[in-house]
């Protein structure tokens, strides 16, 4: 690891099973592990080339899917998701860069529930 340099090892307890293959999806897309290869060569940016990363979600925007015709407030979405108003705000502005896979999960259900249709994690972050 030290010869490849820049390794991040992360984890995350989830004690729900059925929700694996979703965290698991989104995860590997945020973060497009270069030693992953399942299928494919490994990816090792030359150099750890930092800007290889740049072009990579990096805020959770669901300003495609609240507009304003759907006519529902940052209080209403406090009631329906019991996330704090800074949270949805940040996120209805396409800013939010940080919050908790419960918090992630939630917006993704106010999404689905704004664009009358499922969505998945990868909808939710800005291009």
Same mark, same amino acid.
């Given at each position: 690891?030290?010869?490849?340099?820049?390794?991040?090892?992360?984890?995350? +307890?989830?004690?729900?099973?059925?929700?694996?293959?979703?965290?698991?999806?989104?995860?590997?897309?945020?973060?497009?592990?270069?030693?992953?290869?399942?299928?494919?060569?490994?990816?090792?940016?030359?150099?750890?080339?930092?800007?290889?990363?740049?072009?990579?979600?990096?805020?959770?925007?669901?300003?495609?899917?609240? =507009?304003?015709?759907?006519?529902?407030?940052?209080?209403?979405?406090?009631?329906? =998701?019991?996330?704090?108003?800074?949270?949805?705000?940040?996120?209805?502005?396409?800013?939010?860069?940080?919050?908790? +896979?419960? =918090?992630? +999960?939630?917006?993704?259900?106010?999404?689905?529930?704004?664009?009358?249709?499922?969505? =998945?994690?990868?909808?939710? +972050?800005?291009?």
């Amino acid at each position: 690891m030290e010869s490849i340099g820049n390794i991040r090892i992360a984890y995350l +307890f989830v004690d729900s099973p059925d929700l694996l293959p979703e965290i698991e999806t989104a995860l590997i897309e945020w973060f497009d592990p270069p030693l992953n290869v399942v299928g494919k060569k490994p990816k090792i940016a030359e150099n750890n080339d930092p800007e290889k990363y740049q072009d990579k979600p990096k805020y959770v925007d669901l300003s495609g899917y609240w =507009t304003e015709d759907k006519n529902i407030s940052i209080q209403k979405a406090k009631e329906m =998701t019991g996330l704090d108003k800074r949270t949805l705000s940040s996120a209805k502005k396409g800013q939010l860069d940080r919050g908790h +896979f419960e =918090t992630l +999960f939630k917006l993704r259900d106010l999404a689905s529930e704004l664009a009358g249709k499922p969505l =998945t994690l990868e909808e939710i +972050f800005s291009k």
